[in-house]
């Protein structure tokens, strides 16, 4: 990454932070004043132990009077000294505050706006490493408020004090320790800008692989165990270690050799300022108490100093973890409601395609090109095709995961692309193919389009779906845990809890993804029922492969690159010669005959079996 591209990236993550300070100006502003008046109180201790050290030297010639001078001298630096851990106390009592606050927004907002993001992004990036992106981080913010408000703050206002203390009294080592501490701080900003950052943004994005390699493995831990796969995924992960391993060493040795630079320059300017002191003492210009406060004064300058230069490392290696969390405000959502966005109200479910237009972002044409289509209220309607035909795409496109190119979606009269996503959503059940159950109870698996259901509504909706009775012989019946994605239950299991979701839900509009895909006959047959009963009354869209599923429907729309070839009954389409829906029906009821052993003699007798089926 060239030099103007890190000093971009840094820019932008401190923008991002004191953009979030903005809105907690008043509890930043009072830790920085704390912060201020404790560095203050620090400053002026070498002052008062000059004064002591003046003080018990003149002590024989005024023996009470330095008594008074010494014990004044110590009075005021106790009193500096609980000026500064008082105020030290309350700043880091406001940082506590303030970067738990910020911790808790930056995680809430990266998660909101990673939840928005599109779904093909979603599709292109592990779970495990967005995860990581977002809690490396919210702690990296941690880093930041203490190195920014508590280290570096002070430890710049030292540098300027001291400078200007030590310039009251001999100007020219004033200027010595000013010049000093800035060519300090330049090498220090740019090292760490330009040699060490580079190289730990590598084995962040490094660090971010080893939570996605880990997470897909761990995800789909039942795979690997069909396959006896352990030591493979052993390896793979090795590899991915040993990749961070090798970045992370490059950063750190570099880190090492910058702060051993930094060391050697402190060391240096230390011996000037020395040899100048012991000048001023040769000339007669300094007394011994001068000479305590000269040696004072820099010895803090120089632990500021050389904090200063971790401080700055340390705030460069925040920076690089912050940098994939910001990225995500930086990034366009995929789906973005209209400023004047309404909640739809949906009543009837009738739906309208009205000369719709839309493509993938990778492709160069359209998949659907004026597309017009209309759906009655409460009309059940099933989508047939080959693959990458449109159908699961009609599908996205009424949930509006994907804004059309041209034409709209209507409603109930709604334009689609008016209203908030979330109310459209949530007029639209969805009971997928591959039903993904969160990890939590049956109960609120079941009750998750409607959380505030009662349990008596949660056990009918899973009466309807024909769930009711392998769920109560559950070791905990609806408050048994289904583990991640639900992999404590069967396929079978799944889709009827699925479709409890979808009763409970109790939607004007039904869609149901191939939901008896990949099941055994009982669950089908099961399935099959509650679909019956779940469709009853409400507008229902049912993809599916499965011919069998859609010969109950009102409709059946046949889909070929985007466009409908064919519609009808079952018994209309499956009598149309050389039509599309009949050859699919054909195929597959020639795959069931062949499994059971009984197949024709001829395709011409097949044909007329398949015709009246």
Request: aromatic letters at 8%; glycine letters at 8%; one cysteine or more.
């Amino acid at each position: 990454m060239s030099e103007s591209s890190t000093k971009n990236k840094m820019r932008e993550v401190l923008t991002f932070l004191f953009r979030h300070w903005r809105g907690e100006k008043w509890l930043v502003a009072c830790v920085a004043l704390c912060m201020i008046v404790a560095t203050a109180a620090d400053l002026l201790m070498p002052v008062y132990a000059g004064k002591l050290v003046d003080a018990i030297g003149v002590h024989a010639v005024a023996r009470s009077l330095a008594l008074r001078s010494a014990l004044s001298a110590i009075a005021m630096m106790a009193l500096l000294g609980a000026v500064l851990t008082a105020m030290r106390f309350a700043a880091l009592a406001g940082i506590i505050r303030l970067t738990l606050r910020l911790m808790t927004r930056f995680a809430g907002d990266a998660f909101w706006r990673v939840q928005r993001f599109s779904t093909d992004w979603h599709a292109n990036n592990f779970a495990g490493a967005i995860v990581r992106r977002v809690t490396r981080g919210m702690w990296a913010v941690d880093m930041m408020d203490d190195i920014l408000l508590l280290e570096l703050l002070p430890a710049l206002l030292v540098l300027v004090g001291s400078s200007l203390l030590l310039g009251w009294h001999w100007p020219g080592m004033g200027v010595m320790v000013a010049a000093g501490a800035v060519v300090y701080i330049a090498v220090s900003v740019s090292l760490s800008l330009y040699y060490v950052a580079p190289a730990a943004r590598l084995s962040n994005a490094q660090d971010t692989r080893i939570g996605a390699a880990m997470a897909d493995a761990i995800t789909c831990n039942a795979v690997v165990k069909s396959f006896g796969a352990e030591r493979r995924e052993d390896y793979r992960l090795a590899k991915v270690l040993n990749k961070w391993n090798q970045r992370t060493w490059r950063t750190w040795a570099k880190a090492t050799r910058n702060g051993s630079l930094q060391l050697f320059l402190l060391q240096g300017l230390r011996t000037l300022v020395l040899l100048y002191a012991v000048r001023l003492w040769w000339q007669g210009r300094v007394t011994a108490g001068d000479m305590a406060f000269v040696l004072t004064s820099y010895f803090i300058v120089h632990g500021y100093m050389r904090d200063i230069g971790q401080h700055v490392r340390n705030l460069q290696r925040s920076a690089n973890e912050m940098e994939e969390m910001v990225d995500f405000h930086s990034r366009p959502l995929g789906v973005v409601d209209r400023s004047d966005a309404k909640a739809i109200h949906v009543r009837k479910g009738e739906i309208l395609y009205d000369r719709v237009t839309f493509r993938y972002g990778a492709q160069t044409e359209p998949l659907f090109r004026n597309f017009s289509l209309r759906i009655e209220a409460g009309e059940r309607v099933g989508l047939v095709g080959h693959s990458g035909s449109g159908k699961t795409t009609f599908v996205k496109l009424l949930h509006r995961l994907y804004d059309v190119g041209g034409g709209r979606i209507v409603i109930d009269g709604q334009d689609t692309a008016s209203v908030t996503q979330d109310s459209l959503r949530a007029q639209l059940a969805l009971v997928p193919q591959e039903p993904i159950l969160f990890h939590r109870t049956l109960a609120e698996n079941i009750a998750y389009g409607r959380p505030d259901a009662a349990m008596r509504e949660i056990e009918e909706a899973a009466r309807l779906a024909n769930a009711h009775e392998f769920i109560l012989r559950q070791t905990k019946g609806y408050h048994t845990l289904v583990g991640e994605r639900g992999v404590k239950l069967s396929g079978g299991e799944r889709q009827r809890v699925a479709l409890a979701r979808a009763f409970l839900a109790d939607t004007p509009v039904l869609v149901l993804d191939e939901a008896t895909s990949s099941l055994d006959s009982e669950s089908e047959a099961l399935i099959q029922e509650a679909m019956g009963r779940l469709m009853a009354g409400r507008t229902s869209i049912v993809i599916a492969h499965r011919l069998s599923t859609v010969r109950m429907l009102d409709r059946i729309l046949v889909f070929d690159s985007g466009r409908v070839v064919e519609e009808g009954k079952h018994e209309e389409l499956v009598r149309r010669e050389g039509g599309t829906y009949r050859r699919l029906f054909e195929r597959q009821a020639l795959g069931l005959v062949v499994d059971d052993e009984r197949a024709f003699d001829d395709e011409s007798d097949f044909s007329d079996n398949a015709v009246n089926y």
